[in-house]
């Protein structure tokens, strides 16, 4: 049986502790019924100002839900706390006593501040990824992915990634059949990337420049053009441009163009009766075979999954 530990920090996300709780519970209810032996025994740590700090005791993993933070000031204020460098020593502690630690949202941020994903690959939920970048350098950012599970750590996205992150969790300790089971009975269904979810007009808003390198784009979808002229079009040398992309965004230049053109593309799946080669085209993809790829590979679905029902 793995004893787990789930730790929720005051204010942390409600709804992303309750779906961690959730899926353990479906586990082991799951087990009961099948009368196999229960897989976890979990237990509830709080921790907070006003709180003593908390005793783990012997857990063989620790699962921190999404810190439920507003804005990146808050963000960057909860790390700097006495609670936030509280939680950031209780997490190296266990992880240097054997415990397997998964974390998702801003609460990636405090494993990340304790250096126990310096050169891991990791992820965080997308619209941090350019502050995480910027504060962890070390660390191998896989930004687009929901999950990213370089055991004995495990990472996730946005709060709601939670669910994915724990069928990760289950699927680790308690085998991929179970986790398939937990996922059929609560209806989730298997995501992999972020990148359907990413907004890039607020991504790119946070840097004037690279917000003009957006507008450029929109104006110009429907052509051909090379990263150059997209470069000097926004007032940067190639490589300055790149540095930029990827500090704000968390892309590269061609990303980012990409990104662009398939939330168009999307967009006009959604609210018009184009055809996806019509569609292409507007979207500056000479072969519609090329759309349709890289929206099967960003959302695991064929570009008439988008279409409005009849």
């Not at 090379?226 to 007032?235: K, S």
Request: net charge positive.
């Amino acid at each position: 049986m793995t004893k787990v530990t789930v730790l929720e920090i005051d204010g942390c996300m409600p709804s992303s502790a309750a779906i961690t709780h959730d899926v353990l519970a479906t586990a082991n209810g799951i087990s009961s019924t099948a009368k196999r032996a229960l897989p976890f025994a979990v237990q509830t740590v709080q921790c907070g100002p006003r709180r003593k700090r908390p005793t783990l005791g012997k857990t063989d993993l620790v699962i921190v839900p999404g810190l439920g933070t507003a804005s990146v000031d808050a963000l960057e204020m909860k790390l700097k706390s006495p609670t936030g460098r509280q939680v950031a020593e209780i997490l190296g502690d266990a992880f240097a006593n054997g415990a397997t630690i998964a974390a998702s949202c801003a609460s990636t941020f405090l494993l990340a501040e304790t250096g126990l994903l310096d050169g891991r690959r990791a992820t965080t939920t997308w619209f941090l990824a350019p502050l995480f970048q910027r504060r962890y350098p070390k660390v191998d950012l896989v930004t687009d992915q929901i999950v990213v599970a370089d055991w004995p750590i495990a990472t996730g996205g946005a709060a709601m990634a939670q669910m994915d992150l724990m069928l990760a969790v289950i699927s680790r300790f308690a085998g991929p059949r179970l986790a398939k089971t937990c996922a059929n009975y609560l209806l989730l269904d298997e995501r992999r990337s972020q990148a359907p979810y990413m907004a890039i007009t607020y991504l790119a808003g946070q840097d004037p420049k690279i917000a003009k390198a957006e507008s450029w784009v929109r104006k110009n979808i429907g052509r051909d053009f090379a990263i150059e002229e997209l470069a000097a079009a926004a007032g940067f040398a190639p490589r300055t441009f790149a540095r930029r992309t990827v500090a704000t965004c968390g892309l590269t230049p061609i990303q980012f163009v990409q990104r662009i053109r398939l939330e168009t593309a999307r967009t006009l799946l959604e609210s018009t009766r184009l055809s996806v080669d019509e569609i292409a085209r507007k979207v500056g993809y000479a072969e519609p075979s090329t759309l349709r790829r890289l929206i099967r590979r960003d959302t695991k679905h064929a570009p008439g999954h988008f279409r409005p029902a009849a």
